[in-house]
Nanobody, 119 residues
């Protein structure tokens, strides 16, 4: 079984920074891609950033230049560095891991961590 545990969320003022961590129960080499999604009240869960096994990254337009996704293979952990935070970044952030099994993608999710950007 796969378990993803997020941490690092909290309350921060506009313009501030936070770093989210997602620790996997096993080697992240088993995943084709990992990423961060977020969901605000009344909204759908949307992709924020993703990183593939090969290191290719992808970001939502709203966070380009402000957020950076990275990984530490030795710690089986993926990070999301969030700078220049805005109130509209407020949401529950979920870690996602995608595994390809016999060419069929399967998604795993963490329980989420709350990020609140407010003055």
């Amino acid at each position: 079984q796969v378990q993803l545990v997020e941490s690092g969320g909290g309350l921060v003022q506009p313009g501030g920074s936070l770093r989210l961590s997602c620790a996997a129960s096993g080697s992240i080499f088993s995943f084709n891609a990992m990423g961060w999604y977020r969901q605000a009240p009344g909204n759908q869960r949307d992709l924020v950033a993703a990183i593939t096994r090969g290191g290719r990254t992808n970001y939502a337009d709203s966070v380009k230049g402000r957020f950076t996704i990275s990984r530490d293979d030795a710690k089986n952990t993926v990070y999301l560095q969030m700078n220049s935070l805005k109130p509209e970044d407020t949401a529950v952030y979920y870690c996602n891991a995608q595994q390809l099994v016999l060419a069929v993608p399967y998604d795993y999710w963490g329980q989420g961590t709350q990020v609140t950007v407010s003055s």
